[in-house]
């Protein structure tokens, strides 16, 4: 059993908009903002000093208001640069990663989003269509190739025990949120990492945290292939390093 699903959104502007930031990312701001709206009973305190925390869906939805980002159980998916300037008539993706009990909340980021579509989007009121929305259910397969290496599209925050490190995040995410029944297996062999490093100077507010956005994009080739199991699926999916969440970490499989 796997519990990951994925909404996809084919968004038209009806109006010319240049982002700010990238817009997968503005969109996901404003989309939490508005939740917490919603959902916070207590505006006040951050959530970390909030005493409904345990009970509160925001700060699960949110990992603490992005607090603890490297737990995100919701991630968006894009691209290393995104386009900001869009014409009218321009068309937006958007994908939405909701992991395992996650997944239950779906209806909360579907009504937020209906509502910018009715409302308009920031102060501006920009508007947009919401083209085409669907909710896909993802499923692991193990296949019979094997793995040589692994191309990082979008930066990851390590290049040492990369697959230590993310088979600890795998299970503790898998204990937060039940992602699958099955087991997450180890990759013990050992890699070379031609990697180019990045090193974006402005910080990214997300709700309560300033994240220094660093890492690294290239290409990992194992010493021997390794099997395609269950860690590098769900890494295939979710994106590996800890600022997965914000669309860190964005990978393609290599098959031998």
Do not use: W
């Not at 939740?35 to 603490?64: F, H, P, Q, T």
């Not at 009715?118 to 190739?145: P, S, W």
Request: glycine share 6%.
């Amino acid at each position: 059993m796997v519990n990951i699903k994925i909404l996809n959104y084919r968004l038209r502007f009806l109006e010319d908009i240049v982002f700010k930031e990238e817009p997968e990312i503005a969109f996901l701001k404003a989309i939490f903002n508005r939740l917490k709206n919603i959902l916070c009973v207590n505006k006040r305190d951050e959530c970390r000093l909030c005493s409904y925390r345990e009970r509160c869906l925001y700060n699960y939805m949110s990992a603490g208001d992005f607090e603890c980002i490297e737990i995100m159980p919701i991630a968006v998916d894009k691209p290393l640069f995104s386009e900001r300037t869009f014409n009218k008539d321009d068309i937006l993706e958007l994908n939405f990663i909701f992991l395992g009990d996650a997944a239950t909340h779906t209806d909360f980021l579907n009504y937020t989003l209906k509502e910018f579509e009715t409302k308009g989007l920031f102060r501006e009121g920009y508007r947009f269509l919401i083209e085409n929305a669907a909710k896909d259910d993802v499923d692991l397969l193990e296949g019979d190739k094997n793995i040589k290496g692994i191309e990082i599209l979008t930066p990851i925050d390590r290049i040492e025990n990369i697959f230590r490190a993310e088979r600890e995040k795998a299970d503790r995410l898998n204990r937060l949120y039940n992602i699958t029944d099955r087991s997450i297996s180890e990759i013990d062999e050992s890699y070379d990492f031609d990697a180019i490093k990045f090193d974006i100077k402005n910080p990214l507010h997300m709700g309560s945290n300033r994240i220094m956005r660093k890492g690294y994009v290239g290409k990992v080739e194992f010493k021997t292939p390794v099997p395609n199991n269950i860690l590098l699926q769900i890494l295939d999916i979710i994106g590996m390093g800890k600022f997965y969440g914000i669309g860190g970490g964005q990978i393609k499989l290599c098959m031998n």
